[in-house]
């Protein structure tokens, strides 16, 4: 099993920057993939960003620009660092972790950009 606990949410105003972390726990040896995900309300969770264990990232286009993935593997934690937030970018996001053929979710950790 892995435990994964998100840290870092919060309210901000647009333009502003928030890091989002995410510390994995347990058997977390042969972990392939980590990723960030979002779900705004009424509408369905979506993918962000994702990071390999070699450290091969993608970016969705909508943050492309904006957002950033990095992992500390020495800490065994994943950071999103978004910059320049929208209000669009209001949602609760989810850490996940994949190892062989099973996904691990994080509680979430509310993200509200507003003024």
């Known amino acids: 099993q892995v435990q994964l606990v998100e840290s870092g949410g919060g309210l901000v105003q647009p333009g502003n920057s928030l890091r989002l972390s995410c510390q994995a726990s347990g058997m977390i040896f042969s972990i392939s993939v980590m990723a960030w995900y979002r779900q705004a309300p009424g509408k369905q969770r979506e993918l962000v960003a994702r990071i390999s264990s070699s450290g091969f990232t993608n970016i969705v286009d909508s943050v492309k620009g904006r957002f950033s993935i990095s992992r500390d593997n020495a800490k065994n934690t994943v950071y999103l660092q978004m910059n320049s937030l929208k209000p669009d970018d209001t949602a609760v996001y989810y850490c996940?972790?994949?190892?062989?053929?099973?996904?691990?979710w994080g509680q979430g950790t509310q993200v509200t950009v507003s003024s």
């Open positions: 996940n972790a994949v190892q062989g053929f099973n996904g691990y």
